[in-house]
């Protein structure tokens, strides 16, 4: 069963950067596309960005340019580098499999920004 862990969230003004970490086991890391997903308070849970298992990258638009994922193999962890946080950046974050069905969710990571 896949267990996915994240981590780095936290409490930041507007402007400021965070950078999220999520640890995956019980899958075969490497050769899964994975992404990153946020829930904003009172909102559906939404796409944020995604890495191919060659690297290749997107993004949804309110973040491009602000925001970076990249993927550790050798860890087995993606990355999400977060910089010139908006209040709207606010949610928890998720990292799961961006192809295919979606693993079990982790308990994600609580992001706020504050103005």
């Known amino acids: 069963q896949v267990q996915l862990v994240e981590s780095g969230g936290g409490l930041v003004q507007a402007g400021g950067s965070l950078r999220l970490s999520c640890a995956a086991s019980?899958?075969?890391?490497?050769?899964?596309?994975m992404g990153w997903y946020r829930q904003a308070p009172g909102k559906q849970r939404e796409w944020v960005a995604a890495i191919g298992a060659g690297g290749k990258t997107a993004y949804t638009s309110s973040v491009k340019g602000r925001f970076a994922i990249s993927r550790d193999n050798a860890m087995n962890t993606v990355y999400l580098q977060m910089n010139s946080l908006k209040p709207e950046d606010t949610g928890v974050y998720y990292c799961n499999t961006a192809n295919g069905p979606p693993w079990s969710w982790g308990q994600g990571t609580q992001v706020t920004v504050s103005s």
């Open positions: 019980g899958t075969d890391f490497s050769i899964n596309a």
